[in-house]
C-alpha cells in the first residue's frame, strides 16, 4: 500500500474500533433508562469476560507440544497464590512476568 | 481535585504502564522493521488505540488497499468491546463531558481496571476514571513512539514480556473471586471460552464466545440472580 492508502486504512480501522466501543452507549443514551435485562448483563458481564480475556491472553498456548503450557501453567498458579495471599500488584503481576521470562528464556526455550 | 484524583489514580495504573511500554514498543519496532515511517505508530496508538487491532493492522498494510475488508475486520477483531461498553453503561453514567473519552479509550486493560476499581474515599468519581484512562493511553503512544523512534537500540531479551497482560487479569480474577459469592459467571466466561477456543481456533472463537456467553448467562439468569450477590 501507498501512504495515501495506509492513511485511508488507518482511518477505517479508527471508525470501526470507535463504533464498537460506542455502540452500547448510542442504543442505551443516558436519558434513556436501560431494560432490567441490560442492567443484569452489566452485572454479570465483567466477570465472564475476565475469563474469556484470561483465555484470550492464552490462545497461543499448545499442550501438545514442548513446553507444554508448563511454564504458563506455572505462572499462572504464582500469580493465584501469592495475589490471593498477599495482595501486592508489584509481586503478582511483576513477579509473575519475571518468572515466566526466566522460564521461556532459559529454562525452556523453544 | 484533579490532582487528588491523578495522585490516586496513578498506583492502580503501574501493571498497565509497564504492560503497554513493553507492547507499545514491541509494536513500534515490528511497524518501523517492516520499512513504514517512524510516525505511523504514534500516529496509530493515538487515534486506532487497540493493542491487537494495531498488530493485525500491520498485516492489512501488506496486502492489497482494501477498506472494506479492513473495516469488516476490525469489527470482528473489536467485537468483544461491545460486551464491555454494555456493561458500563451504568458506570459511565453521569461522566458528563468526559463521557465520549472514556468511550473512546475503552480498551482490554483500561475496562479491567474499570470493572476492578473504585475510587478512594474523598476522590472524585469521574476525575478518577478520567485520569485511569488518560494515563493508560499516554503509556500506550509512549511505548510506541519508543519503539519506532528507538526501537532499534533495546537490545535485552523481551521474550515473555507480553505474560504482564496475563498477570493482570488473572489478579483481576482473583479480586474479583474474593469479593463476590457468585462465582457461576467467572465459571461460564472460562469454560465456555476454553470449549470455543477448541472448537473454533485461536483466530475465531472470540466471536463464537461471546454468542456462547451471553445465552448461556440469559438462559441461566434466573438461577444466577438467585444465588444473587453478584
Known amino acids: 500500500m501507498t501512504i495515501r492508502q495506509i492513511l485511508i486504512t488507518v482511518s477505517v480501522i479508527v471508525f470501526g474500533t470507535i463504533l464498537t466501543r460506542s455502540l452500547p452507549f448510542l442504543i442505551f443514551p443516558d436519558s434513556k433508562e436501560s431494560?432490567?435485562?441490560?442492567?443484569?448483563l452489566g452485572q454479570v458481564l465483567p466477570y465472564a469476560?475476565?475469563?474469556?480475556?484470561?483465555?484470550?491472553?492464552?490462545?497461543?498456548?499448545?499442550?501438545?507440544?514442548?513446553?507444554?503450557?508448563i511454564p504458563e501453567g506455572i505462572a499462572l498458579i504464582y500469580v493465584v497464590l501469592i495475589h490471593h495471599r498477599r495482595h501486592n500488584l508489584l509481586l503478582s503481576i511483576g513477579g509473575g512476568t519475571i518468572l515466566y521470562m526466566v522460564m521461556v528464556q532459559f529454562l525452556f526455550p523453544v | 481535585m484533579k490532582v487528588k484524583?491523578?495522585?490516586?489514580?496513578?498506583p492502580f495504573t503501574i501493571p498497565v504502564m509497564i504492560g503497554y511500554l513493553f507492547l507499545g514498543i514491541g509494536f513500534g519496532i515490528l511497524l518501523t522493521g517492516k520499512g513504514y515511517p517512524w510516525w505511523l505508530s504514534p500516529l496509530m496508538a493515538l487515534f486506532i488505540y487497540?493493542?491487537?487491532?494495531?498488530?493485525?493492522?500491520?498485516?492489512?498494510f501488506s496486502k492489497a488497499f482494501n477498506p472494506l475488508n479492513a473495516l469488516i475486520l476490525t469489527l470482528t477483531v473489536n467485537a468483544r468491546h461491545l460486551f464491555y461498553g454494555l456493561s458500563m453503561l451504568t458506570k459511565f453514567k453521569a461522566t458528563d463531558q468526559k463521557k465520549p473519552y472514556l468511550i473512546f479509550?475503552?480498551?482490554?486493560?483500561?475496562y479491567s481496571l474499570l470493572c476492578s476499581t473504585e475510587p478512594p474515599q474523598g476522590i472524585?468519581?469521574?476525575?478518577?476514571?478520567?485520569?485511569?484512562?488518560?494515563?493508560?493511553?499516554?503509556?500506550?503512544?509512549?511505548g510506541c513512539t519508543l519503539g519506532s523512534v528507538a526501537g532499534s537500540l533495546v537490545k535485552f531479551n523481551t521474550t515473555g514480556i507480553d505474560f504482564v497482560m496475563t498477570a493482570l487479569f488473572v489478579v483481576i480474577m482473583v479480586e474479583q473471586w474474593e469479593s463476590s459469592k457468585n462465582h457461576l459467571p467467572v465459571l461460564i466466561g472460562i469454560g465456555v471460552s476454553a470449549i470455543c477456543l477448541l472448537l473454533f481456533g485461536k483466530d475465531l472463537f472470540i466471536l463464537p464466545s461471546m454468542i456462547s456467553i451471553l445465552a448461556i448467562v440469559t438462559i441461566f439468569r434466573k438461577s444466577i440472580e438467585r444465588r444473587n450477590v453478584i
Not at chain 2, 469521574?126 to 500506550?140: E, K, S, V
Open chain 2, 105 to 110: 479509550a475503552l480498551t482490554d486493560e483500561t
Open chain 2, 50 to 60: 487497540a493493542g491487537s487491532m494495531q498488530f493485525v493492522a500491520i498485516d492489512i
Open chain 2, 124 to 142: 472524585d468519581r469521574n476525575w478518577f476514571y478520567f485520569f485511569i484512562a488518560l494515563l493508560d493511553q499516554i503509556y500506550w503512544v509512549t
Open chain 2, 5 to 10: 484524583a491523578l495522585k490516586a489514580a496513578f
Open chain 1, 49 to 69: 469476560i475476565i475469563g474469556m480475556l484470561v483465555v484470550y491472553c492464552l490462545k497461543n498456548v499448545n499442550l501438545l507440544n514442548f513446553p507444554f503450557g
Open chain 1, 35 to 40: 431494560p432490567d435485562y441490560i442492567k443484569y
